[in-house]
């Protein structure tokens, strides 16, 4: 596949919604998803061969998707202020996490994108794709504390978005 630009193209095709909500949960803007996505799909060609075929595609590319954002997140992390702290985070309570059903899918989307990066970025490695603090603080080169504080932090900003928009069961 790697030089068959209409295979290239009929897999970018096929996978580009999928791809494309990965991206959108890690980025502010579309403008920045499609950059990222690109990235993604760049590696996907390259490094094709190289994929274990015990695991489905998707998931192969969903983990592709991720570190993508992931990098560009490092590559323009000195823009990104990071906060320390080492308070035990857990996800919403059950209430909260009722209120996220009230949510379209973009509603949601729109939120997380308001999110600083680095806040958006540990709440969607920690919450959606369930790495743990140790995993997050090794990825985005921070300390584990800075990893909690900042899902604290997201957490407490998504909070009062839904406050704000006064999410049933919530508000």
């Not at 096929?14 to 950059?35: N, P």
């Not at 992390?77 to 009230?102: F, N, R, T, V």
């Amino acid at each position: 596949m790697r030089g068959n630009r209409e295979a290239q193209k009929m897999l970018y095709q096929h996978y580009y919604g999928y791809a494309m909500s990965v991206c959108l949960r890690y980025s502010k803007t579309r403008e920045e998803s499609r950059e990222i996505l690109n990235d993604g799909f760049m590696k996907v060609f390259t490094r094709l061969g190289l994929r274990d075929e015990k695991s489905s595609f998707k998931s192969w590319l969903r983990k592709i998707m991720i570190n993508s954002a992931i990098d560009h997140y490092r590559k323009n992390s000195k823009h990104y202020k990071l906060e320390d702290g080492d308070q035990a985070i857990a996800w919403m309570p059950s209430h909260e996490s009722d209120a996220i059903g009230d949510l379209s899918h973009e509603e949601l989307i729109g939120m997380v994108q308001q999110l600083a990066p680095a806040y958006r970025a540990v709440f969607n490695l920690f919450v959606i794709d369930g790495y743990s603090h140790e995993e997050i603080a090794s990825r985005l080169d921070i300390s584990v504390g800075t990893s909690k504080s900042n899902l604290f932090k997201a957490r407490e900003h998504l909070k009062a978005a839904f406050k704000k928009n006064n999410i049933k069961r919530y508000a």
